[in-house]
């Protein structure tokens, strides 16, 4: 069983940083793509960033390009997304995501394990 618990939000001013951490244990093999989503109430939850297990492709949503940079240290079991120039429509809990494979997807369905989620909220 997989484990993610994500930690690093908070509340900063638009045009801020941030950096969220996911730290994941119960897989100690290789193959573990990850990813972050982002969720606001009433919407549904929408793909971020995902990066493979050797980190070395990554791919990132619209709203992230440019932005946000997904990065992992597998020494550590961690994931991280560095958020720059945070915009008033970022806020939203942040989850961090695990799924079985080797290569990377966009879609919540194709990850299997999943952390509790961190708030970001941006102020204007």
């Known amino acids: 069983q997989v484990s993610l618990v994500e930690s690093g939000g908070g509340l900063v001013q638009a045009g801020g940083s941030l950096r969220l951490s996911c730290a994941h244990s119960?897989?100690?093999?290789?193959?573990?793509?990850m990813g972050w989503f982002r969720q606001t109430p009433g919407k549904e939850r929408e793909f971020v960033a995902a990066?493979?297990?050797?980190?070395?492709?990554?791919r990132y949503g619209d709203s992230a390009k440019g932005r946000f940079t997904i990065s992992r240290d597998n020494a550590k079991n961690t994931v991280y997304l560095q958020m720059n120039s945070l915009k008033p429509e970022d806020p939203a809990v942040y989850y961090c995501?695990?799924?079985?494979?080797?290569?990377?997807?966009?879609?919540?369905?194709?990850?299997?394990?999943w952390g509790q989620g961190t708030q970001v909220t941006v102020s204007s």
């Open positions: 995501a695990a799924g079985l494979r080797t290569t990377i997807r966009s879609s919540p369905s194709d990850y299997n394990y």
């Open positions: 119960g897989w100690t093999f290789g193959g573990l793509a």
């Open positions: 990066i493979t297990w050797i980190g070395s492709t990554t």
